[in-house]
């Protein structure tokens, strides 16, 4: 088994993942990463998810071994921020061409560490291969260490070519190198007992540094952020830190949870998005110094602080509330944030539609499930067409999500925030949490969209496209509802498993014939969830209704 | 006369070029009820596709065969099969345009083999047009993919004419390059159809990525030329083509269908565009509208009028070859020399560029060149900000992707009105710089000769 393999497979064996530790075996072998759907998929390859998890590290000089399209079509696209070097934002791609392919890249990447360090001097180079280079056996490890010994500075590969899986498996590769490679490997000039490391924070928008004031007012010092406004020193001497906060849900878990084993560093899962969850943070940053050593009137800083910074955010939304009231909010997020989004958007008093869980893990959406509780409205697998009725039926006032979505709501004269990595506010802590609703707000009350949604001169009133459309949709509607047999058909044809194609009728019927209790059984009888596999929970939905449904019968 | 050097290192920094796969992604995208199908890693899709969106700020689609490791090895034929059946299932395409990446190159995927075979296998797509372009990352830039993409189009889908008598003069093939963006197609059209002459465009860019909003929402692409539209071309009366990019098509399709072809190689600047109404007014026999003589008038003003500003200029350009061209010409034709011009691969008309050397490189190149050689006005694409913002120089976005200011597919170029909005919006680039960074101080002279530099840059 080559190394890669090994490393997955480590990756995939993360104790650290509660819900990894309730599988068989057989389950875990195959990996918490879903299976991609040719023709059907949307989203970054491993190589871009070790990338976004690795750049924002300021002074490192990050080369892409690889052709133009690895590097070339995507550099300097994310919004991270650096307080000091932008080497990170410098593009460095080995660019190989056909000669490369046939004979080999290894050549063209050592001299190209060369003319990075001889041209650069940065702290170190992070390598990433990519697809073509490890198709052709160009053996990065190898380079790198020659390197490293030829020009005694640290070169680090990054195995994590696209074609391994998806932008998930990516970040926790990431994180493997730096275990590896990285972390440990130096010594801090000094240590304090209010060191603490933050991982999974880019710093996207430098909404870090909202939060960094308050960790500065209690003494608190970041040691490493892994890897948002970070620099290689601080991280290659970061396993002297005496807490650790996992801020990015799980995509560096496999970091947080081996630093813990190997130096003893313990870590807790919080968040930053949202009053509520700010302050938890703080304070369980505290008890955890605390623990490790640090003095105890700590915490009464904390509290302090926590009661001043809660009371001035509360005031500040406060006039917003009633702006808010019965407005709804689409949220769809293919990001690692998700949870925490939809925690800040409920402290504002928002009403959330539905929110997609594609793109982060399972444990993401039981905790999406926990905060919206019974009410979830899980849209995943969402087609454009299906968002654009969702927001033409005016069931939400506003779409939150990533900018590739964006211009569906845009069209459809519906406001629209972006919360992903391209947005361009910082929406982190107390103040990130008003900036939020003071965007949300703007966006709603915007009167642009009166303006936009004005039919043209030559239009009749009713007869705009947008107007058509919606009678449209009531026609269909009304059809259903004075038709019993047809409103049931269409309740069938709900599409549940999109990679399959599998209705909702055929798992019904699946299930009563067969007797079915368990999404294996349901996948085997009608091959849904076979796919990705993120219908797997709309499938438990429809088995736990269905068996309540079968003993409320049983009862009568 | 200049000469073509290539950078000799090993290593790129700050790429200009991109990969030819999304160049021919691109392409497809000019045509209705597309969609693109790059046979690669999800990745190969995913950056092309947030480079678009975030370029034309509009919902793209793009779609992947997904190619995983194993895959990769055993090769992709059920991965484009899966596409092809999921697309056509998902999204009902009028057309799937496939491109090869750098992935499925290197194992050597017989992708024209596979289609044969998916028709074979699969009714509901056995008529379904399916046009597979060979683009390797490692090979060729953008422009090629869409050069290659646009030819593949041509020689599959357009019909040859059963008799020369079926031609119809008055209508017009134009096959633009992808250095042309929708707002330069949207005013070739008007002007085209000012002479009573009728264009169909091939790729269609202005009816799909121009910004409108459709009637219905489709996953595919909104709008651009229709199948049949393309399968008609063969009985216009002459084909245009515009940037040497381009003269593969038009030869393509003269050999396919005989219809003659003049290339235009520029179509901003005031000749290009003389020769252009001169064409125009030669085979539809119609004078140049009034309209376009008052323009003539305008840009010969806006000329005299941005001399002063642009005349001098050292000029720094990074551009694909047809784009470098373009401006290259039109900002040395008003005076300013270009010092440095940085290309992403091979031309014909890189020779023929008003300037001693033009490197085929990236923006590292294009940033040390600018600063050796002092020069006072950068023109690239948005990945020149960083150079600029070091060199302090004027900075103008041209290209894509132009990912950090709005309007970037409206920007024009061609006819007199677009060369006359460009030499307005570059020649008050320049005065605002001259206010902001320029302005003379007591002490600007007071050094003497050789001094004034020091004094008027900072």
């Not at chain 1, 291969?129 to 010994?149: F, L, N, Y």
């Not at chain 2, 697309?87 to 990446?101: A, D, F, L, V």
């Not at chain 2, 950068?378 to 913002?389: E, F, I, K």
């Not at chain 2, 006359?420 to 320029?438: G, K, Q, T, V, Y």
């Amino acid at each position: 088994m080559s190394s890669l393999s090994a490393t997955i497979q480590d990756v995939f064996n993360e104790p650290g993942c509660g819900k990894n530790a309730n599988k068989s075996e057989a389950e875990r072998k195959k990996g918490c990463t879903k299976q991609l759907q040719p023709g059907g998929a949307a989203g970054g390859c491993a190589f871009d998810g070790a990338k976004i998890a690795l750049q924002p590290l300021t002074d490192v000089a990050h080369l892409v071994h690889g052709p133009i399209a690895c590097e070339g079509n995507s550099w300097d696209n994310r919004g991270a921020k650096s307080s000091g070097s932008n080497l990170w934002r410098t593009g460095f791609t080995t660019d190989i061409n056909e000669t490369d392919v046939v004979f080999g890249g290894e050549k063209r990447l050592f001299k190209s560490i060369r003319e990075i360090i001889e041209k650069y001097d940065p702290p170190a180079i992070f390598v990433y291969q990519t697809c073509v280079p490890a198709m052709i056996g160009d053996d990065i490890d190898a380079v790198c260490k020659a390197a490293r010994e030829k020009f005694n500075k640290p070169v680090i590969p990054i195995n994590s070519p696209g074609f391994v899986g998806p932008k998930n498996l990516g970040n926790k590769l990431a994180g493997e190198a730096l275990l590896q490679h990285v972390i440990g490997t130096e010594e801090p000039e000094y240590t304090t007992p209010y060191d603490l490391n933050i991982i999974g924070e880019y710093n996207l928008s430098g909404e870090l540094w909202q939060v960094k004031p308050l960790l500065d007012e209690l003494g608190i010092r970041i040691m490493a952020c892994i890897s948002g406004d970070g620099k290689y020193k601080e991280v290659a001497s970061s396993h002297r830190a005496k807490a650790a906060m996992m801020v990015c849900s799980k995509a560096m878990i496999n970091v947080a949870r081996k630093m813990e084993e190997r130096y003893g560093i313990p870590f807790f899962e919080g968040s930053f998005y949202g009053i509520e969850d700010s302050s938890d943070s703080l304070r369980e940053i505290a008890r955890m110094l605390i623990e490790r050593g640090a003095p105890a009137e700590l915490m009464d800083r904390t509290e302090a602080l926590i009661a001043r910074e809660e009371a001035k955010a509360w005031a500040a939304i406060a006039k917003y509330k009633p702006r808010f009231q019965g407005k709804k909010v689409l949220l769809i997020t293919g990001g690692v944030k998700s949870w925490s989004v939809v925690a800040a958007l409920q402290e504002a008093g928002l009403e959330l539609v539905g929110t997609s869980v594609k793109k982060s893990t399972k444990e993401d959406k039981e905790r999406i499930k926990e905060l919206m509780g019974q009410d979830a409205h899980m849209i995943e697998d969402m087609t454009p067409r299906e968002m654009y009725k969702m927001l033409k039926d005016a069931r939400a006032d506003i779409m939150l999500s990533g900018g590739r979505s964006q211009f569906i709501a845009l069209k459809a004269s519906m406001p629209w925030l972006d919360i992903n990595q391209e947005r361009h506010h910082a929406y982190m802590g107390y103040v990130g949490m008003v900036k939020l609703v003071e965007e949300i707000d703007k966006a709603l009350y915007n009167p642009v969209w009166a303006q936009v949604r004005k039919p043209a001169p030559w239009e009749k009133a009713g007869e705009n496209w947008q107007s058509r459309a919606m009678a449209q949709a009531e026609a269909e509607a009304a059809a259903l509802a004075a038709d019993p047999v047809k409103a049931e058909e269409a309740r069938r044809a709900k599409k549940i498993c999109n990679c399959k194609s599998v209705e909702l009728g055929v798992i019904e019927d699946a299930i009563l014939a067969n007797n079915l209790s368990t999404v294996e059984g349901v996948r085997e009888a009608t091959n849904a969830s076979g796919g990705c596999g993120a219908c797997a929970v709309r499938i438990e939905e429809i088995l736990e209704q269905m068996v309540s449904a079968s003993h409320a019968i049983a009862a009568e | 006369m200049a000469t073509v050097t290539v950078s000799k290192k090993a290593c790129s920094v700050n790429p200009l070029k991109m990969s030819q796969p999304i160049g021919g992604a691109l392409a497809f995208m000019g045509l209705r009820g597309a969609m693109p199908l790059l046979h690669g890693s999800q990745g190969c899709t995913s950056f092309g596709l947030v480079l678009f969106t975030r370029h034309f700020k509009e919902a793209i689609p793009m779609q992947t065969t997904a190619m995983s490791e194993v895959a990769t090895v055993l090769g992709g034929y059920e991965n484009v099969e899966q596409a092809v059946l999921n697309i056509y299932n998902r999204t009902k395409p009028e057309i799937i345009g496939i491109c090869s990446t750098g992935v499925t190159e290197t194992k050597g995927d017989d992708v024209d083999g596979y289609i044969k075979l998916i028709r074979e296998k699969n009714a509901a797509v056995a008529h379904l047009p399916i046009v597979y372009v060979s683009t390797p990352d490692f090979k060729d830039a953008f422009q090629d993919g869409w050069e290659k993409t646009v030819t593949r189009i041509v020689e599959t889908m357009v019909d040859a004419p059963k008799s020369a008598a079926r031609r119809d003069p008055t209508k017009i093939n134009v096959l633009p390059g992808c250095h042309l963006t929708p707002g330069d197609l949207d005013e070739l059209r008007t002007i085209i159809e000012d002479f009573g002459l009728e264009p169909t465009f091939l790729p269609d860019l202005a009816g799909s990525l121009d910004g409108h909003i459709p009637d219905d929402f489709t996953p595919t692409t909104i709008g651009g030329v229709g199948v049949e539209e393309i399968s008609m071309m063969g009985q216009a009366g002459w084909t245009i083509a515009i940037g040497a990019q381009m003269q593969r098509a038009a030869e393509a399709m003269e050999q396919k269908t005989g219809v003659p072809f003049r290339l235009f190689e520029r179509l901003c600047g005031l000749e290009a565009n003389d020769a252009l109404m001169a064409f125009l007014t030669e085979i539809s026999g119609r004078p140049a509208p009034m309209k376009y003589r008052r323009q003539r008038g305008q840009l010969v003003d806006a000329m005299l009028d941005g001399h002063f500003h642009i005349g001098g200029r050292k000029l720094a350009v990074g551009a694909e070859p047809d784009l470098l061209n373009e401006i290259g010409g039109l900002l040395t034709e008003m005076g300013a020399q270009l010092l440095v011009a940085v290309t992403t691969t091979q031309s014909p008309v890189l020779q023929r560029l008003p300037t001693e050397e033009v490197m085929i490189g990236d923006l590292e190149d294009l940033e040390n060149l600018a600063k050796a050689k002092d020069c006072d006005l950068m023109v690239t694409h948005s990945h020149g900000r960083q150079a600029a913002s070091r060199l302090k120089i004027p900075f103008f976005r041209m290209g894509i992707p132009m990912f950090d200011r709005l309007g970037g597919g409206h920007q024009l170029m061609v006819g007199y009105r677009g060369a006359r909005d460009l030499i307005f919006d570059i020649s008050n680039l320049l005065m605002a710089d001259h206010e902001d960074n320029h302005e003379p101080t007591p002490d600007s002279w007071r050094d003497g000769v050789g001094a004034s530099h020091a004094a008027t840059s900072h």
